[in-house]
């Protein structure tokens, strides 16, 4: 398993990301980007764009982007038996921030470490106040507009 400072160490850059990954078909556009094994993130502009399944991202934070990448799909492809997340190779710490950047939700120190210290009578409320932080912020996307990330 690759921790998340090796997975962007993997990055390679592509003038044609579709065309490397997937073939290129005649009148496709061609999208630069960054591959990272079989995912990758496209290059728009000033921003980058990352689909994973039917969500996607388009930010200027490439970290941010490649957070979400590694632990919403790098680490989802791995079988169980390789994919380890500890608190001393700071693999846990990545998959939560990429987690939450995932949905749009900001990172609580304090409910992370309320999460992992065994105390399982807080847990429904640490998920339920996590779950409506991030229906809150998506209500409000939507309400103003912007579909992404939505």
């Not at 970290?63 to 799909?73: A, F």
């Not at 996590?130 to 939505?150: Q, T, V």
Request: proline share 3%; aromatic share 12%.
């Amino acid at each position: 398993m690759l921790t998340f400072p090796q997975f962007q160490q993997s990055k390679k850059w592509s003038d044609n990301v579709h065309a490397e990954l997937n073939g290129h078909y005649g009148d496709d556009p061609v999208i630069p980007g960054f591959i990272y094994d079989d995912g990758h993130i496209e290059k728009h502009d000033d921003d980058y764009y990352l689909v994973i399944g039917r969500e996607a991202w388009l930010d200027k934070d490439l970290t941010k982007l490649e957070r979400i990448l590694w632990s919403q799909w790098y680490l989802a492809e791995l079988n169980d038996e390789e994919a380890h997340l500890r608190k001393d190779d700071g693999t846990l710490d990545d998959y939560i921030v990429g987690a939450c950047d995932s949905y749009g939700i900001e990172v609580d120190g304090d409910a992370f470490a309320a999460l992992f210290s065994g105390r399982e009578e807080w847990l429904p409320e640490i998920v339920e106040g996590m779950m409506r932080a991030y229906l809150m912020e998506r209500r409000r996307r939507i309400l103003m507009g912007d579909y992404s990330n939505a």
